[in-house]
């Protein structure tokens, strides 16, 4: 680690967006915000075919910061992408990366500049505080419990705040991770292995919980095949490192391969070794789905979303897994990539 000079607290915003309705309210939450404003704004296009009309409004809610914002495609590759795109055009010594679907809190940039100040020559970065509002009326659904958990991830992207050249010393983002799933935590556990420290910061940024249909939890299955790329790049303890939840994994190996067996056995005719398998699978499955059901609202919606979803995500997850495992097994270290 090479320790910076100087205690400059001038920063940049790198967002990088699908220029989804989202933008233009955390645009506007940036503008509202009282402190010293950001010395540069880079607005990454990370739709694969970008349209220019759909930047109008989110725009216009700039204001004077207009001048100081730029727009840069990045050909629709993922959020690590989109980050070292905005990344490179950059000079400020601080980099505050935000999604396009917070909003940040009434007094961020004044905040922010505090936590900037507060570090040391050692830190590489300070995270910001997420909160996620959840409906008071009523039990949140699976969905809104999985966004929830935002707000205690560590190191999330969606508010937090690098040392320029600590990026630039570890290379940025791995854009082998084309989800928004951990590409900042790797990236997190590259900076610390550099010998820099990241500590948590004070400001507030709201991370609302958006529209999704019922299908979301089976798609967010795919995020397996990165989890198989950070065991393949930080090893078997990587969850420890990266102090994350273990996940249901096991559980769905487990289910998927009993499943499995009672589909081989009942073919094979082996019909009470297939009764069996396929009660290790009803009870497996009835678990999943009963452990998100009991604390949410229990609606016929969310109760049949659960149940459909819950028979299907153990196999997708196990397919995501394997398939990850497979497409990362030689995979080299992230030093070798960056070299």
Request: hydrophobic share 45%; with cysteine; aromatic share 6%.
């Amino acid at each position: 680690m090479t320790a910076p000079t100087g205690t400059s607290t001038a920063y940049a915003v790198v967002i990088p967006t699908l220029v989804r309705d989202t933008l233009a309210d955390c645009l506007a939450a940036l503008v509202a915000a009282t402190g010293p404003k950001p010395h540069e704004i880079v607005l990454v296009d990370d739709r694969p075919e970008p349209d220019p009309g759909p930047w109008e409004h989110p725009l216009s809610v700039l204001g004077d910061l207009r001048e100081r914002t730029i727009v840069v495609p990045s050909g629709g590759r993922g959020p690590a992408a989109a980050r070292n795109t905005g990344l490179r055009v950059i000079t400020a010594p601080w980099v505050a990366f935000l999604d396009d679907d917070v909003q940040v809190g009434p007094h961020w940039c004044e905040q922010l500049v505090q936590d900037l100040a507060d570090t040391t020559p050692e830190t590489a970065g300070v995270q910001g505080v997420i909160a996620v509002p959840l409906p008071g009326e009523r039990r949140p659904t699976d969905w809104e419990r999985g966004t929830a958990s935002l707000a205690r991830a560590r190191w999330i992207t969606a508010d937090m705040a690098y040392r320029t050249d600590a990026l630039k010393q570890v290379g940025g983002f791995d854009e082998r991770f084309p989800r928004a799933f951990r590409e900042d935590a790797d990236l997190a556990l590259r900076v610390l292995d550099a010998g820099w420290r990241i500590r948590q910061g004070r400001r507030t940024t709201r991370h609302p919980v958006r529209p999704a249909d019922r299908w979301v939890s089976l798609r967010a299955q795919r995020g397996n095949a990165d989890d198989a790329l950070m065991r393949h790049l930080h090893g078997t303890d990587w969850w420890e490192k990266a102090i994350a939840p273990r996940g249901r994994l096991r559980s769905h190996l487990a289910i998927t391969a009993a499943g499995a067996a009672a589909c081989a056995l009942a073919l094979a005719g082996r019909r009470r070794a297939a009764a069996l398998a396929a009660l290790g699978w009803a009870a497996g499955t009835g678990e999943f789905a009963w452990a998100r059901i009991a604390p949410g609202p229990r609606t016929r919606y969310e109760v049949t979303t659960m149940l459909v979803t819950s028979a299907l995500i153990p196999p997708a997850a196990t397919w995501h897994w394997l398939g990850g495992v497979w497409r990362h097994r030689d995979a080299p270290a992230w030093q070798e990539v960056a070299a």
